[in-house]
Nanobody, 119 residues
Framework: VQLVESGGGSVQAGGSLRLSCTAS?????????MSWFRQAPGKEREGVAR????????YYADSVRDRFTISQDTGKKTLYLQMNSLKPEDTAMYYC?????????????WGQGTQVTVS
């Protein structure tokens, strides 16, 4: 399984970015938990949003709820994170992670990360 993120960059506060994560080698994307995490320098990794692709029901961290939207394109095996009203505290490396089945337990598959900088 390989996860490849894209879409990061630098943006001013209040701006928007859309991250993408394309999964290859996933045998059953329709039964996969796909998640976005982020880690800022000197801080612990934080779960931002996740979705169980079978039901499409998203979960958001309080810090991003109502600003970020997680979505999926099952045909393209791609996960998205639409980030609006960005704040400087959203600055971090963003990682895509995946696991088979529901969203409990550890994630065996991780992307390389994409940097988001908000000034």
């Amino acid at each position: 399984v390989q996860l490849v993120e894209s879409g990061g960059g630098s943006v001013q506060a209040g701006g928007s970015l859309r991250l993408s994560c394309t999964a290859s080698g996933v045998t059953n994307f329709r039964n996969t938990c796909m998640s976005w995490f982020r880690q800022a320098p000197g801080k612990e990794r934080e779960g931002v949003a996740r979705v169980y692709t079978l039901f499409g029901s998203p979960y958001y961290a309080d810090s991003v709820r109502d600003r970020f939207t997680i979505s999926q394109d099952t045909g393209k095996k791609t996960l998205y994170l639409q980030m609006n009203s960005l704040k400087p505290e959203d600055t971090a490396m963003y990682y895509c992670a995946a696991k088979s089945g529901i969203c409990t337990g550890d994630y065996p598959y991780w992307g390389q990360g994409t940097q988001v900088t908000v000034s």
